[in-house]
């Protein structure tokens, strides 16, 4: 058994303590806006928060993300109108979509910790983060335009 | 509450590139329906009462806003309001004729087809509400789903014709057929830069892809695959320990496979990795990318070597050739690597199977699923999701097949995921090829003989007799080989050769490797001509103007011309993709710069110019375009599939790497405004990358490279052999 507190709301799950968060998250809470890509921390599609840092899910267990709190895409806000996904959808940013709740939570954490990101620092942020579609140039844009609004 | 419609079929007769299929999609003139009922004029479209326009798209949604641009068609035609149309993605029926999602086909194969469903029904409902008024319909127009009788200024809403006024007008083949289309110019849906209706749900989450299906008592099941990818045979199958894993249910033997089911994922994950599998290897055991490139090396010099495209008289115009030049090329596996791995759910109940998943190839899977099961094609019901990428992937219905054999053995639904090492491992690959060309040149430069081998295997082979032609070749092994430049006498030939490695259609399919040994020969010959490679392109694209206009364009976008730093240069290449008979005239010039030390190549820029008629989105076009050059540059730069014991020695991201963020380059994409016939654009900018890199490279360095990818060994390998 273990406890979960996911975009505030406490989860009480009957899985093994080694168990990556993801398979609880999607397979079990069915928050399924996260996302399986790799199981090796390579692709960046299950990124969620762990007290508001990007951590992979699949590479991290439930016994690590107990009593933290975790948001998932879902959570990001409540309405799903965070300045990046509203800018997600200015620059018409997603192909088949599929990476992009990974992208937009290892955006919103760089945003968080860092309001007025260079190219540089997008692109260091965001380089884990694998879109087979290659909707990287709009995933720049986005997070810049999200950037502008945060700070205005 | 519907009316029964007659049901008249027409064809819309798009036939693939000389393949064996005719392309049925039957278009329904608008039945009559009562009022207050829906109307559900054709298989196109359907409006309610409440006046929403719901349009059926038949073709994968997969990231190329393919819902929103085939909504667009139909809106304009059926004078829609724009806020009105919504989109579904039907479960399979014969109605939809040929489900296939593929080939940059989507918005060629369906422009008139969508517009005249529009149109028909716009015209039904404009008789409609006339006679409701018994006024002539010539007096009315609609406009924004509004049907107004001009002289008197009445006026219904689409929604109110359905509810209230019944609908009778019903058309013929011929009378579909003679229906005047609007001009471009008169186009206010079709051209504009109307938001992808797909967008929103894909930024907060709740986009469903076939991974986010949940059935109730739904279980997990994993297969046990073979170390080999073909040709390995089971020994036996030993599930006691497999039977002590927490969440166990149940192991599956079957002919074709064999997996466990238990509660959870990561149970079924366990279990499959406490099953012991033994396995006789079989043929294939020792096959490597050395004895696949041996075997093809043996295959160039084969005397029986299969003509697919031939003009003019090559022996007798390569003998008086003033000059020859000959190159060998080739290219390795290259795997799909869509982001979403593969997966699907099944409930097999009553007979019938749903299946749950985001398919390219509902016909086809339809086909072999009834074939595998034993079991009449209307009890296999694809239920359409969204596909975290396809690539051509996901026209396989390998793990359809898989997970519907263990969910009618199991009684439950199941949901069978692979893990990005299966789902890499069994892969059906971009072919690895060998091409070897050759040319004459006359004394003026000009090519006056061209031939060409071909050596790759050959996807259509594996389908069946349906997807090769009469001589056993797949001509989307092929396209492109047959270029269109103004080469008096030409010869192309193909040798299809089984490996061991299956390969399928991986996005942009071989015009990817023809236009590479292509593009890339031509800037060599350009070289030997002491032409600029542009300048020699033009002089013989007189047949092609539409192609000359974009390499013309790019060129002077890109500063064709304009001096560089050292280890620097631009090269350009110019594709006629997907298909000689539909092409979308594509040029790129790539700017690179080679680290003569490393021989690593940094892509700086890439100028593309696209002519591919009339556009329906230009930002759905513009994104498509950006992707495809991207997508060229991860497989001209970094992936390369290699082959040990049998199988794929890759086994995820971290081996088999992709094009990431901090290696993306700058990208300029012009599109040529145009009325000509819609074409493609999800493939054509992918083909051209390669080439105009090696080009690029040869520009900056004067080392040519002929191995895709472009790695920085064998770039070394190629400035050491200039100097």
Redesign the interface.
């Known amino acids: 058994m273990a406890t979960l507190l996911i975009n505030g709301k406490s989860h009480t799950v009957d899985v093994d303590p080694g168990t990556p968060l993801l398979w609880v998250i999607r397979e079990r809470l069915q928050l399924t806006g996260t996302k399986f890509g790799c199981g090796v921390a390579q692709c960046g599609a299950c990124t969620v928060h762990l007290d508001g840092q990007a951590v992979r899910s699949c590479q991290t267990t439930v016994a690590q993300a107990a009593g933290k709190k975790i948001t998932t895409i879902e959570g990001l806000d409540p309405a799903g109108r965070h300045p990046l996904q509203v800018a997600w959808i200015a620059e018409q940013v997603p192909q088949c979509g599929y990476c992009q709740s990974g992208q937009i939570m290892s955006a919103a954490a760089l945003l968080a910790r860092n309001p007025n990101p260079s190219d540089k620092d997008i692109v260091n942020a965001m380089s884990g983060n694998l879109c087979r579609c290659a909707t990287y140039p709009r995933i720049k844009r986005a997070i810049k335009r999200a950037a502008q609004g945060v700070r205005s | 509450m519907k009316t029964s419609l007659t049901r008249r079929t027409f064809l819309a007769s798009a036939t693939a590139a000389g393949a064996a299929l005719t392309i049925r999609f039957p278009l329904v003139g608008p039945g009559a329906a009562d009022a207050a009922a829906a109307y559900d004029p054709n298989a196109a479209l359907t409006i309610t009462p409440d006046g929403l326009v719901t349009v059926h798209i038949t073709k994968a949604e997969?990231?190329?806003?393919v819902g929103t641009a085939l909504a667009q068609i139909v809106a304009e035609e059926l004078e829609a309001d724009w806020k009105d149309i919504r989109v579904d993605y039907p479960t399979n029926d014969p109605k939809y004729g040929l489900m296939l999602t593929g080939g940059s086909w989507s918005v060629n194969w369906t422009f008139d087809t969508l517009s005249r469903a529009g149109a028909a029904a716009r015209l039904a409902l404009i008789d409609a509400a006339a006679k409701s008024w018994n006024v002539s319909p010539a007096d009315c127009v609609a406009e924004r789903g509004v049907v107004r009788h001009l002289p008197s200024g009445r006026a219904l809403r689409y929604g109110e014709i359905v509810a209230r006024v019944p609908i009778t007008k019903t058309f013929s083949e011929d009378e579909l057929k003679q229906i005047t289309l609007k001009k471009p110019s008169e186009y206010r849906v079709v051209g504009q830069w109307i938001?992808?209706l797909?967008?929103?749900e894909?930024?907060?989450?709740?986009?469903?892809?076939g991974?986010?299906t949940?059935l109730p008592n739904m279980v997990?099941a994993k297969v046990v695959y073979p170390p080999v990818r073909e040709g390995a045979t089971r020994k036996a199958v030993d599930d006691s320990a497999a039977k002590g894993v927490k969440g166990y249910i149940a192991t599956v033997t079957l002919p074709q496979l064999v997996a466990v089911v238990a509660t959870?994922?990561?149970a079924a994950v366990k279990a499959r990795d406490a099953l012991k599998v033994t396995w006789d290897p079989g043929p294939n055991a020792n096959v490597s990318t050395e004895s696949i490139f041996a075997k093809f090396a043996q295959a160039k010099d084969d005397p029986n070597a299969t003509p697919w495209h031939e003009q003019g008289d090559v022996k007798s115009a390569m003998i008086g050739a003033a000059r020859r030049h000959e190159a060998t090329y080739t290219t390795d596996y290259v795997a799909h690597?869509?982001?979403?791995?593969m997966n699907c759910v099944v409930r097999f109940a009553d007979g019938a199977y749903d299946i749950y998943t985001g398919s390219q190839f509902q016909t086809f899977a339809v086909g072999t699923l009834a074939a595998t099961l034993g079991v009449d094609a209307s009890k296999i019901r694809i239920h359409q999701q969204?596909?975290?990428?396809?690539?051509g992937r996901r026209l396989e219905p390998d793990v359809m097949v898989e997970t519907a054999l263990i969910a009618r053995e199991v009684k439950r639904p199941v949901k069978l995921?692979r893990?990005?090492?299966e789902d890499l491992k069994r892969d059906f690959y971009r072919s690895a090829t060998l091409q070897s060309v050759r040319a004459g040149l006359g004394n003026d430069g000009k090519i006056v003989a061209w031939e060409k081998t071909v050596i790759a295997s050959h996807p259509g082979k594996r389908w069946g007799p349906d997807f090769v032609d009469k001589k056993g070749l797949d001509q989307f092994a092929l396209n492109g080989a047959d270029h269109v430049y103004d080469i008096p006498n030409q010869i192309v030939r193909a040798v299809p050769v089984e490996t061991g490695i299956p390969v399928g259609y991986v996005r942009a399919v071989a015009p990817n490797y023809t236009f590479f040994a292509v593009e890339t020969f031509m800037d060599e010959l350009a070289k030997l001509a002491g032409v600029d490679p542009v300048e020699y392109r033009l002089s013989m694209l007189g047949s092609a103007p539409r192609l000359a206009r974009v390499v013309k364009l790019a060129a002077e976008k890109a500063g064709w011309g304009t001096p560089l730093p050292p280890n620097t240069g631009r090269g350009i290449a110019c594709v006629s993709a997907q298909e000689k008979k539909t092409p979308t005239w594509t040029a790129s010039v790539v700017q690179a710069r080679v680290d003569p030390g490393t021989g690593k190549v940094e892509v700086q820029k890439i100028v593309c110019a696209v002519d591919c008629g009339i556009v329906v989105n230009p930002?759905?076009a513009r994104?498509?375009i950006?992707?495809s050059l991207?997508?060229g540059?991860?497989n001209a730069l970094k992936e390369r599939g290699t082959i040990a014991n049998g199988t794929l020695a890759q086994s995820?991201?971290?081996d088999y790497q992709?094009?990431?963020?901090?290696e993306?380059p700058e990208?300029e994409v012009h599109i040529v405004p145009s009325t000509e016939y819609p074409t493609g654009l999800g493939e054509p900018g992918t083909t051209t990358i390669a080439p105009a890199l090696s080009n690029a490279i040869f520009a900056a360095t004067g080392a040519r490279v002929r191995q895709v990818p472009l790695l920085p060994d064998r770039v070394l390998a190629a400035l050491r052999a200039k100097a």
């Open positions: 997969m990231g190329q806003g938001p992808r797909d967008i929103p894909k930024v907060t989450g709740k986009a469903k892809f991974i986010d949940f997990y959870s994922y990561e690597m869509q982001m979403e791995p969204y596909l975290g990428g396809g690539f995921i893990s990005r090492e930002d759905g994104s498509q950006e992707g991207l997508f540059v991860s995820n991201f971290h992709v094009l990431r963020m901090n993306v990208t």
